[in-house]
């Protein structure tokens, strides 16, 4: 359960070695083997604060020809090995970097249609509502509706994992997920009937028991931009009334919301007993 709360360090380092065999198995052995390990031991989170970095000996840049851009210099000193160079490199801002370089993302103002409305719920109980197989096809109202994970990296839903719409015998639609930011966005491109849309799901805490969920959907086609702002009004507005799914919802949250309540209200047996006494 910690595992996410983990971050790497990589030690690179360029230099010579002997292959030992010691009962069976090969070992690395020499001077520079023992100066990688060494470095496991160094003080680059005392000076910098990093947690998550990549540390370089400066054989090792050399060796590579290259030296990236702001890196952080340092000297660590090891008994009997002396001084050794160093460069790092934060992988935090990295992958801070390579995430945000991933959004995608609907813009409102550019949306063919748009549906929102507040649920009297936290975002992640929303969050739930609109991935959870089984919810999804409550909130579909079709019978024999069903929601198939198809790709799944791990196992788990994230960018990149495919999920099919199945009604009765056929795949009505086909869902991929575009960027997952759990408990702020999601965004899929669902592909159905010939048509392309983007849809984007953005939850917005209103208070601590209020989130306010906004359904962005961009028609991909060949008509021109106004044509295809038309026909998602009408096939979302109309035939396929996307506003329904969040009525659905408020109405299946505020349900669930009361039988948690009720259930709060009646004191337990024990409670009872003592009380009675």
């Known amino acids: 359960r910690n595992i996410p709360s983990l971050d790497l360090k990589f030690m690179a380092h360029h230099g010579d070695y002997m292959l030992q065999r010691v009962t069976g198995i090969h070992e690395l052995v020499g001077s520079d083997v023992n100066l990688i390990h060494r470095l496991l031991k160094n003080h680059v989170s005392e000076e910098t604060?990093?947690?998550?970095?990549?540390?370089?000996?400066?054989?090792?840049?050399?060796?590579?020809?290259?030296?990236?851009?702001?890196?952080?210099?340092?000297?660590?000193?090891?008994?009997?090995?002396g001084d050794v160079n160093v460069s790092v490199l934060n992988l935090a801002d990295r992958y801070t970097e390579l995430v945000d370089a991933r959004r995608y993302v609907v813009d409102p103002k550019k949306a063919h249609y748009i549906a929102q409305g507040d649920l009297p719920t936290t975002p992640s109980v929303v969050w739930d509502w609109i991935n959870d197989p089984i919810r999804r096809a409550m909130l579909g109202g079709q019978p024999n509706l069903k929601f198939v994970p198809i790709l799944r990296s791990r196992g788990r839903t994230g960018a990149d994992s495919i999920t099919h719409c199945v009604h009765g015998s056929r795949v009505a639609l086909v869902e991929t997920v575009r960027d997952w930011r759990p408990f702020d966005y999601l965004t899929v491109t669902q592909e159905f009937m010939g048509l392309k849309v983007d849809w984007q799901h953005v939850l917005?805490?209103?208070d601590d028991q209020t989130t306010h969920l906004e359904m962005r959907l961009l028609t991909h086609s060949r008509f021109p931009n106004f044509i295809s702002r038309i026909i998602s009004k009408v096939f979302f507005g109309r035939v396929f009334p996307i506003k329904s799914m969040v009525l659905k919802m408020?109405?299946?949250?505020?349900?669930?919301?009361?039988?948690?309540?009720?259930?709060?209200?009646?004191?337990?047996?024990?409670?009872?007993?003592?009380?009675?006494?």
């Open 49 to 81: 604060g990093w947690r998550a970095y990549a540390l370089f000996s400066e054989r090792c840049l050399e060796h590579m020809g290259v030296r990236p851009e702001g890196m952080h210099e340092q000297i660590e000193n090891y008994e009997h090995l």
């Open 250 to 277: 408020q109405n299946f949250i505020a349900d669930a919301n009361a039988r948690n309540a009720d259930r709060s209200a009646v004191p337990d047996e024990a409670s009872q007993t003592a009380s009675g006494s």
């Open 204 to 206: 917005t805490p209103v």
